[in-house]
C-alpha cells in the first residue's frame, strides 16, 4: 500500500508487485509532487474537517483488507466499494462490493483493450468488520470467497487512527512486458472534503531498481460523492 502525501519522496516505499505476467518485472510507486493545493485556490480562513466518522473509518478498512488479499487489482479480481455501508452496532459494520474482471483483453479482431467487466452489476459480497479495542478486525463475509481468502481475510487487523486525508493505491500492476502500469485508489478521509485532494506521480523501476520510467504530476481531487471512495484506476503507459 502506498499514498500520495509524502513530500519527501525517500519516505516513501514501493509497493509488493503483482505482475500479469512473469516478463513484467516493474514495480509502481506514487509519491506527492509538490504542494497538493488544487488549481482553485481556497480561502486560507476555510479549514475542512479532516476527521473521518466510525463508518468512514470502517470503509477504508474493509478496502484494505480486500487489497491485501489480492481483491483490489486493477488488472484482476476488482471489488468495487458499492456505498452499501449497513451499521449492525455501534461497533460493526457490514460493508458491501460489486466484483469485476478487470485486464486487458483482445476481442475477435485481435485488437486490444482494457475494461472492467462486472460479474453480476450487484452487490456481489459483504464484509463484516469491527472495531474491538482500538483496532479495525473483519469478522464475517458473505461471498464467493476461498478457505484461503477468508483465512486471509479474518487475519487482517490495523489500529484505528484518524489520518490526514489523502489517496493511496494499495496495489499496483505492471502488464505484460511491463509497458502499463495500474493503480486502484482509495481516498482516506471523510466524504464530501473540502480540502486538497493529492498530488502524485508515477514512477516505474527494474527488478535492479533503476528507475526506468517517471510521469507527470498529476492533481486528483478530494471526493464529492461516497461512490467515489474507492476503485478509480490510475495508471501510465511507457
Excluded at 480561502?43 to 487489497?67: C, K
Excluded at 486493477?74 to 449492525?88: A, H, N, Q, R, T
Excluded at 528507475?211 to 464529492?224: N, W
Amino acid at each position: 500500500m502506498w499514498r500520495c502525501a509524502e513530500e519527501d519522496a525517500s519516505r516513501s516505499f514501493r509497493p509488493a508487485l503483482h505482475p500479469l505476467s512473469a516478463r513484467a518485472s516493474h514495480a509502481l510507486l506514487v509519491t506527492r509532487d509538490g504542494d497538493a493545493t488544487p488549481p482553485a485556490h481556497r480561502e486560507e480562513t476555510d479549514v475542512p474537517s479532516d476527521r473521518m466518522t466510525p463508518g468512514e473509518r470502517a470503509e477504508v478498512f474493509t478496502v484494505r483488507a480486500l487489497a491485501t488479499a489480492g481483491l483490489f487489482d486493477p488488472l484482476g479480481d476488482f471489488y468495487s466499494f458499492s456505498e452499501e455501508v449497513k451499521p449492525v452496532d455501534d461497533a460493526t459494520w457490514r460493508v458491501g462490493f460489486g466484483r469485476s474482471r478487470c485486464g486487458i483483453f483482445t476481442n475477435r479482431k485481435g485488437e486490444t483493450y482494457e475494461t472492467c467487466k462486472s460479474v453480476s452489476g450487484e452487490t456481489d459480497a459483504w464484509i463484516t468488520v469491527a472495531l474491538r479495542g482500538g483496532r479495525w478486525n473483519v469478522v464475517a463475509l458473505d461471498g464467493n470467497f476461498d478457505a484461503d481468502t477468508i483465512s486471509g481475510l479474518k487475519a487482517f487487523s490495523l489500529p484505528d487512527t484518524q489520518e490526514v486525508p489523502h489517496w493511496e493505491f494499495s496495489t499496483a500492476r505492471a502488464g505484460d512486458k511491463g509497458t502499463v502500469v495500474r493503480g486502484a485508489g482509495l481516498w482516506v478521509g471523510p466524504i464530501p472534503y473540502e480540502g486538497p485532494g493529492s498530488r502524485c506521480r508515477t514512477r516505474a523501476y527494474n527488478d535492479a531498481g533503476s528507475l526506468i520510467y517517471e510521469g507527470h504530476p498529476e492533481y486528483i481531487a478530494a471526493p464529492d460523492e461516497d461512490w467515489e471512495r474507492a476503485g478509480g484506476i490510475h495508471g501510465s503507459e511507457f
